[in-house]
């Protein structure tokens, strides 16, 4: 069974500083893996997706890695703003049929003034 | 011009009551799921309909019922509401998954 675990579960830095958000699953036969943010009383935002031959996908001031051997996938956000506060959630896809998309357990991220 | 759309997005009702949500994309994906996310924030699959065809049911109560009218729509119906069905409930899509899907914006349902 697929578990996806995020580290750390919350995360606090002042403006201005890179950070580093860490994403682990268990079986490494996947499709892809996204990341999303979530805002407080909002929907999920996609914010990358690397499919599992790729290395790594960047937007903007964000970078997401994947190692698949190793069940791996960091979001990487440089120079962070307040407008970044908000959750991160990373999902894998398995192979083998059935869509079933699996979170992992998110992290919280403030970014203050 | 949203991609996936909910209604409603705020739903309180008392127990026992039956209530829908319903779901719509224009994305022309054919799969929509069903998403729950808890208390913890933890966000579970439920359902997934792939062409109007049933394709995944996690162990779910049975008073809850999907159901996909066409490939554009997945509503979820519950019947005798309790307490613990109280979270956000998400809409979500994909064309197969391979590019990446798309939620909607929820509906946090909440039993009193």
């Known amino acids: 069974k697929q578990e996806v675990t995020q580290i750390p579960a919350a995360l606090s830095v002042p403006e201005g500083e890179n950070l580093v958000l860490n994403c682990s699953f268990t079986?490494?036969?996947?499709?892809?893996l996204q990341w999303f943010r979530q805002d407080p009383g909002k929907g999920l935002t996609s914010l990358l997706l690397?499919?599992?031959?790729?290395r790594e996908q960047t937007s903007g001031r964000l970078n997401a890695s994947l190692d698949k051997s190793s069940g791996r996938s960091t979001l990487y956000i440089a120079a962070s703003q307040p407008g970044d506060s908000a959750t991160y959630l990373c999902?894998?896809?398995?192979?083998?049929?059935?869509?079933?998309?699996?979170f992992g357990t998110g992290t919280q991220l403030k970014v203050e003034l | 011009d949203t991609a996936v759309s909910q209604t409603p997005k705020y739903l309180v009702t008392q127990m026992g009551n039956d209530k829908s949500i319903k779901c719509e994309q224009n994305?022309?994906?054919?799969?929509m799921y069903w998403y729950k996310q808890d208390s913890k924030k933890f966000l579970k699959i439920m359902f997934s309909?792939?062409?109007?065809?049933?394709?995944i049911n996690e162990t779910v109560p049975n008073r809850f019922s999907p159901k996909s009218p066409d490939k554009a729509h997945l509503n979820l119906h519950i019947n005798s509401l309790e307490l613990g069905d109280s979270a956000v409930y998400f809409c979500?899509?994909?064309?197969?998954?391979?590019?990446?899907?798309?939620f909607g914006s929820g509906t946090r349902l909440t039993v009193v």
């Open positions: 999902a894998v896809l398995p192979t083998g049929g059935g869509n079933k998309l699996t």
């Open positions: 690397i499919q599992s031959s790729q």
């Open positions: 979500a899509s994909s064309q197969d998954g391979y590019y990446g899907y798309t």
């Open positions: 994305l022309g994906h054919d799969t």
């Open positions: 309909y792939n062409n109007k065809e049933l394709i």
């Open positions: 079986d490494s036969a996947i499709y892809n």
